[in-house]
């Protein structure tokens, strides 16, 4: 009989690594940069009013309130999109409606790194290879975090939520700054933590939305830590401090959504459209991106 890496199909308990959720100050701007720039689609169904934006990318989201003050990741927001051709082509068209705000972007071998108005970074990359096939999406989120604090994230990720984790020594990250920690959350998604050197800002109260398999156990090793910072209903609570689960020092702090897959917006289809069809190259049926 043939053979197979069967532990490469394993699952963690994180089964999906859903949206990213960063207040933005106004939706003309947001617009601008992620629908006509990186080429997201609005929910045309859900918060469609000018207090929130919701924006499909593949199967995930980006959730956008407007609020007075927009929240900026510690770390680096990573994407795959269909083509970087076009993604730096319709980047260029965005530059002079964006000019005075932090956009900028840069093209490197693989990659687009870009900035976004409120300085939030992100690197795009083209599909293949370990995003798991998909034409768009959000495959990882990295975090800046102090020195010395990867090893007890991935304990807490592993111990704590159940998720399969892996840590990388500082010597594998060949930049010499400190150590790493990546935490599975979905097919081809993962949170990754690198350590730094340099000071972080203040936790600014972004959040992300994960599901999870076995809702239950994390939560009740959460309530006994007292670490649930709200019960949202019967689907979903949250947490907020990432700790040592030895020492039970705080590590980091990230705003957890924590959804049972028996949450109503779980496997929700989301609206994708081709951002390379325009009017000129308008082609029928080729509206929807079949994201893969
Ligand atoms: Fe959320």
Same mark, same amino acid.
């Given at each position: ?182 935490? +599975?959350?979905?097919?081809? +998604? ?45 689907? +979903? ?56």
């Amino acid at each position: 009989m043939a053979t197979y890496e069967r532990a490469s199909q394993d699952m963690g308990n994180v089964v999906s690594l859903d949206h990213l959720n960063l207040t933005i100050t106004d939706q003309q701007t947001a617009t601008l940069f992620y629908v006509v720039g990186l080429g997201f689609t609005r929910d045309p169904y859900l918060t469609v009013g000018l207090e929130n934006m919701w924006l499909n990318l593949g199967r995930q989201q980006l959730h956008l309130p407007t609020r007075p003050e927009a929240q900026t990741v510690r770390g680096r927001i990573g994407l795959v999109v269909p083509d970087l051709e076009e993604l730096d082509a319709r980047l260029g068209s965005v530059e002079p409606g964006l000019a005075g705000t932090s956009f900028a972007h840069s093209r490197g071998k693989d990659s687009i790194d870009v900035t976004g108005p409120w300085g939030n970074r992100f690197r795009c990359a083209a599909p293949g290879g370990a995003f798991g096939g998909t034409l768009m999406g959000m495959p990882y989120v990295e975090f800046d975090v102090a020195p010395g604090t990867a090893a007890g994230i991935a304990r807490f990720y592993e111990t704590v939520l159940g998720a399969s984790v892996s840590v990388a020594p500082p010597e594998a990250r060949g930049d010499g700054v400190g150590g790493a920690c990546s935490v +599975q959350v979905g097919r081809g +998604q993962s949170l990754r933590f690198r350590e730094t050197e340099e000071k972080l800002p203040a936790y600014d109260g972004h959040h992300l939305a994960v599901y999870l398999a076995d809702f239950s156990s994390p939560h009740a090793a959460l309530g006994g830590r007292g670490l649930v910072t709200e019960e949202s209903n019967e689907h +979903q609570y949250r947490f907020v401090d990432i700790v040592d689960p030895e020492s039970g020092e705080v590590l980091h702090q990230l705003e957890h959504e924590v959804r049972s897959m028996y949450h109503p917006m779980f496997g929700r289809p989301l609206v994708n459209r081709d951002p390379s069809l325009t009017q000129r190259n308008y082609r029928r049926g080729a509206d929807a991106l079949a994201i893969g």
